[in-house]
């Protein structure tokens, strides 16, 4: 038997081994926890919030809070198993210069406040998590990196599996935004396409490798439909396809909604939600005690 032929089996006897049953798969995606967006009823049209192993892309409107969510995220990825979070860390690469880290604070000590709140009705110890949960710990486990080109963009999420492989905590991956450097200086589309190919295939891999939950923030642009003008994601038709989820958030009237555009298990849906002092919360009309930012 030659050396071909010997890779060749075993790479045959590999596929085999890794082989699983859509049962397990099934079973596996219902136990696997998700990440609360602290909007209730988001959370309801997203299944019980992100999940994990797959690539989610959100898009908006400057201002409908699109950072707003990915912080919030970020830090309530933090929250302990017991609370029913994931317990682990965050990476924040932000292309625009848009992370605010007295922000990042504000929503940490709001996440806390909810906690004790709701240690006080659980009846668990909530001492010893408030050692842990400590505002000043939260902001430590959110990695951030500020990429300012493309090439950065793509040199950083291809160095992120070495990453993640010395830091196994990490359970979330936010690009804020995946699009700002893509919009400019591209003459060549065919090969922009192919770095946005190439970027989307090595995140899903990141998703799925490590159980972890890529969210990418995503802008809006322009597009000639049927004789108008109307708002679309930006990065074209092709780049729809690279994400197993996709959101849109817009304003219906003065409220914020959410829309689920696009998913391989969740129906089309809408949720209001609200940007407050405290972070990501169900609509005001809804919580008339929230207050608006």
Same mark, same amino acid.
């Given at each position: 038997?030659?050396?071909?032929?010997?890779?060749?089996?075993?790479?045959?006897?590999?596929?085999?081994?890794?082989?699983? $049953?859509?049962?397990?798969?099934?079973?596996?995606?219902?136990?696997?926890?998700?990440?609360? %967006?602290?909007?209730?009823?988001?959370?309801? #049209?997203?299944?019980?919030?992100?999940?994990?192993?797959?690539?989610?892309?959100?898009?908006?409107?400057?201002?409908?809070?699109?950072?707003?969510?990915?912080?919030?995220?970020?830090?309530?990825?933090?929250?302990?198993?017991?609370?029913?979070?994931?317990?682990?860390?965050?990476?924040?690469?932000? %292309?625009? +210069? @848009?992370?605010?880290?007295?922000?990042?604070?504000?929503?940490?000590?709001?996440?806390?406040?909810?906690?004790?709140?709701?240690?006080?009705?659980?009846? =668990?110890?909530?001492?010893?998590?408030?050692?842990?949960?400590?505002?000043?710990?939260?902001?430590?486990?959110?990695? &951030?990196?500020?990429?300012?080109?493309?090439?950065?963009?793509?040199?950083?999420?291809?160095? *992120?599996?070495?990453?993640?492989?010395?830091?196994?905590?990490? =359970?979330?991956? #936010?690009?804020?935004?995946? $699009? !700002?450097? !893509?919009?400019?200086?591209?003459?060549?589309?065919? *090969?922009?396409?192919?770095?946005?190919? +190439?970027?989307?295939?090595?995140?899903?891999?990141?998703?799925?490798?490590?159980?972890?939950?890529?969210?990418?923030?995503?802008?809006?642009?322009?597009?000639? #439909?049927?004789? @108008?003008?109307?708002?679309?994601?930006?990065?074209?038709?092709?780049?729809?396809?690279?994400?197993?989820?996709?959101?849109?958030?817009?304003?219906? +009237?003065?409220?914020? &909604?959410?829309?689920?555009?696009?998913?391989? @298990?969740?129906?089309?849906? @809408?949720?209001? &939600?609200?940007?407050?002092?405290?972070?990501?919360?169900?609509?005001?009309?809804?919580? =008339?005690?929230?207050?608006?930012?």
């Amino acid at each position: 038997m030659g050396q071909q032929q010997v890779v060749v089996l075993l790479m045959f006897f590999s596929f085999c081994a890794g082989a699983q $049953t859509a049962w397990d798969m099934l079973h596996e995606e219902e136990m696997f926890p998700r990440i609360t %967006t602290s909007c209730m009823d988001l959370d309801n #049209i997203l299944g019980g919030g992100i999940n994990c192993k797959e690539v989610t892309e959100i898009g908006g409107v400057p201002g409908i809070g699109k950072t707003q969510l990915g912080i919030q995220l970020a830090i309530n990825v933090q929250i302990p198993v017991d609370y029913g979070g994931l317990g682990g860390k965050a990476i924040y690469i932000d %292309t625009e +210069g @848009s992370f605010m880290v007295e922000r990042a604070l504000q929503i940490a000590e709001a996440c806390i406040e909810d906690m004790s709140e709701c240690g006080g009705l659980l009846r =668990k110890d909530f001492q010893a998590c408030q050692l842990k949960m400590h505002p000043n710990n939260i902001l430590e486990n959110i990695f &951030y990196f500020r990429v300012c080109s493309y090439t950065e963009q793509i040199a950083l999420i291809n160095y *992120l599996d070495k990453f993640i492989s010395e830091h196994k905590d990490v =359970k979330i991956v #936010i690009v804020d935004s995946v $699009t !700002f450097h !893509f919009r400019q200086d591209f003459d060549d589309m065919a *090969l922009r396409t192919r770095l946005l190919s +190439g970027m989307a295939l090595k995140l899903m891999k990141l998703a799925k490798d490590f159980s972890l939950a890529v969210v990418l923030l995503n802008q809006v642009t322009n597009k000639y #439909i049927d004789g @108008s003008f109307q708002l679309t994601l930006a990065l074209g038709d092709s780049w729809s396809h690279s994400c197993t989820n996709r959101v849109i958030l817009y304003w219906n +009237g003065n409220e914020r &909604y959410a829309y689920i555009d696009k998913s391989p @298990s969740l129906r089309s849906a @809408s949720a209001p &939600y609200s940007v407050t002092s405290k972070g990501i919360r169900n609509s005001a009309s809804n919580c =008339k005690r929230i207050k608006m930012m």
